[in-house]
C-alpha cells in the first residue's frame, strides 16, 4: 500500500504528514499569528459555526494547473459535487442556513499566470494570496481561497496540499494544491482515479480550514491521531493524515461524503 502525505500548516504548527514529524522550520516562525485568537477576528472557527451564514470558495490556478473539472467518468456526477456535498454536510442540522457555494467549471474559477517555479517556499505562496485573492470575509460571509500551483513545497517535498491559517494579514485560510502530486494518482489502473484524490484532498483541506480535527472545533470523541497533529485516528475518515492508493480507489462518488463519524460528530456539536 503507497500512503501519499497531505498536510497543513496551521496558526500552530507546520506538520509534515509523510514523516509523522511535528516541526516548525524557521522559515515558516514569522506567520505565528496571535491574531487568531483575537475576538475581533472573523477567521476563526467560533465565527464560522456561529454568525456566518454563507460559505464560497475563490478558487485560482496557475496556467497548466488547472483543477479538473466537468463530470466522473463512471458515476456520472459533477466531480466538484464532492466538495460542494461534505460542505453541505459540515453546516446540516445547525437550526439554519448556510449558503454553501462551491464552483464547478473553469470559467467560474480565476487563471493566474504561469510562475515558472519547481519548488515553494511558504513566502511565496502567500506572495499570491495578496497578487491573487479577490474576496475577504466578515462575520456572515466567508470565502476561502484554493489556489492550484505546479511544482512542491521546498520544506515538505511529495506533499499534496497545504492549508495556511491564522496568517497576520492574509484574511480566511488559503489552500494550496500542488498539482504535480496530485497526478501522481494516475488513472492507469481505473478512470476517475486522479479526480477522486484531488477532491478528498480538497475535502481535507477545507476540513482543516474549518477547525478540525481539534484546531478549533472541539473534540466531542477521543479519535485525533496526536502523531501526525490535527488529523483522525480512523483511518476511513477523510481527515487521516494520508491518503492512499487503495483508499482513493475504494472512494465512490455517489457516496461523496468522506467525513468519518468523530469529526462529523465534533462538527454537529459544536456550538460556539
Keep these: 500500500m503507497i500512503f501519499r502525505a497531505l498536510i497543513i500548516l496551521s496558526f500552530f504548527s507546520f506538520i509534515n504528514c509523510e514523516t509523522g514529524k511535528s516541526e516548525l522550520p524557521p522559515a515558516i516562525l514569522g506567520y505565528i499569528a496571535l491574531d487568531y485568537l483575537i475576538l475581533t477576528d472573523p477567521d476563526r472557527s467560533s465565527v464560522y459555526f456561529s454568525t456566518v451564514r454563507s460559505l464560497d470558495l475563490e478558487v485560482a490556478y496557475e496556467t497548466d494547473a488547472e483543477p479538473f473539472t466537468g463530470n466522473f467518468t463512471i458515476a456520472g456526477s459533477n466531480i466538484w459535487n464532492v466538495t460542494d456535498s461534505n460542505m453541505q ?41 495578496s497578487k491573487y485573492r479577490k474576496r475577504s470575509s466578515d462575520y456572515q460571509s466567508t470565502s476561502f481561497f484554493i489556489v492550484y500551483v505546479r511544482g512542491e513545497l521546498a520544506d515538505a517535498p511529495g506533499v499534496i496540499a ?111
Design 89 to 129: 454536510d459540515v453546516f446540516a442540522d445547525r437550526g439554519y442556513s448556510v449558503a454553501v457555494t462551491v464552483p464547478s467549471d473553469l470559467s467560474e474559477m480565476n487563471e493566474i499566470p504561469n510562475q515558472n517555479r519547481s519548488t515553494w517556499s511558504v513566502n511565496q505562496l502567500l506572495d499570491l494570496v
Design 162 to 272: 497545504v492549508t495556511i491559517s491564522g496568517v497576520l494579514g492574509i484574511g480566511p485560510p488559503v489552500i494550496f494544491v500542488f498539482k504535480d502530486m496530485i497526478e501522481q494518482f494516475d488513472s492507469i489502473v481505473s478512470p476517475d482515479r486522479v479526480e477522486k484524490a484531488e477532491q478528498m484532498t480538497v475535502t481535507h483541506e477545507l476540513g482543516h480550514a474549518l477547525g478540525l480535527v481539534n484546531a478549533g472545533i472541539p473534540l466531542y470523541s477521543s479519535h485525533q491521531d496526536k502523531e501526525h497533529g490535527n488529523h483522525c485516528s480512523n483511518e476511513t475518515c477523510g481527515m487521516f493524515w494520508a491518503l492512499s492508493d487503495s483508499k482513493v480507489e475504494s472512494f465512490s462518488p455517489s457516496s461523496p461524503l468522506i467525513f468519518g463519524q468523530e469529526c462529523r460528530d465534533d462538527i454537529r456539536n459544536y456550538n460556539p
